[in-house]
């Protein structure tokens, strides 16, 4: 870590959303960083807060339960991984945001035990729109269903959609997934009269395109970092 200036990376990707935004002709101020910090123990994520980024983002939920109570009380938490239902509750207790609800089973879950905690957490829905068999999501059928049921939900607080687009070798070839994502939100928005304003899309490598594409939060992690390590002590 000694040859990787953290604060010095966090600033060039603010820079590089700016430069995305402005190119869509949108308001920088509209696109969140959200700084992914799997793998890295909490003294290499407090040189992001000490930066002045507050905003970050877990996949692993052991590794939040290691990592948040070392870390500044001021900082909000989104978790980006898979959530299983019995981790539900634990989840509510650290995070803010969850990004990846992809089962009515589970939004209905995350809804009774939020209410059992007094929470009300956001959560954004994933979508799997080329159902991808590696993948968890709603995939296009039905999803208008879902979303009823969602919004009838009294706890949780549907901030938008969520996405992982194919791998891809270059940022663009990811471009029609991030714009069939941001036209599925336009449509649902137009069919319910609601408003549904987050996508999160993006990530270090593709994060300019889907910016340009509407997305409101980009999950960026090795760019700032540097490369992800695989072992780690924090690391589950």
């Known amino acids: 870590m ?31 960083l959200l700084v992914v910090t799997k793998t890295w123990p909490p003294g290499v994520i407090a040189q992001v807060v000490e930066a002045g980024h507050g905003l970050l983002g877990e996949n692993k939920l052991q590794e939040a339960e290691a990592k948040i109570p070392e870390l500044p009380t001021s900082m909000q938490w989104h978790f980006i991984g898979h959530l299983q239902r019995n981790k539900v509750r634990k989840a509510l207790g650290l995070f803010d ?69 194919p791998a891809v070798d270059q940022p663009e070839d990811a471009r029609d997934s991030f714009r069939r994502l ?9 069919e319910f009269e609601i408003s549904l304003p987050g996508l999160s899309m993006g990530m270090s490598h593709d994060f300019e395109v889907a910016i340009e594409e509407g997305a409101t939060i980009v999950r960026v ?16």
Request: glycine fraction near 10%.
């Open 97 to 165: 945001v969850i990004h990846s609800v992809d089962s009515l089973r589970l939004a209905r879950h995350l809804d009774r035990i939020a209410g059992e905690m007094g929470k009300s957490p956001e959560i954004y829905l994933q979508v799997n729109a080329e159902e991808e068999q590696t993948k968890g999501g709603f995939g296009l059928n039905g999803l208008g269903e879902v979303i009823r049921e969602v919004l009838s939900l009294e706890q949780i607080h549907l901030a938008g959609l969520m996405s992982i687009p």
């Open 2 to 32: 000694a040859d990787i200036d953290i604060a010095a990376n966090l600033e060039a990707v603010r820079r590089r959303i700016d430069l995305a935004a402005e190119r869509s002709a949108r308001d920088p101020a509209g696109v969140d």
């Open 221 to 236: 992690g090795s760019s700032i970092f540097g490369p992800r390590k695989s072992a780690r002590a924090t690391s589950s």
């Open 182 to 190: 941001r036209e599925l939100r336009d449509g649902l928005e137009k």
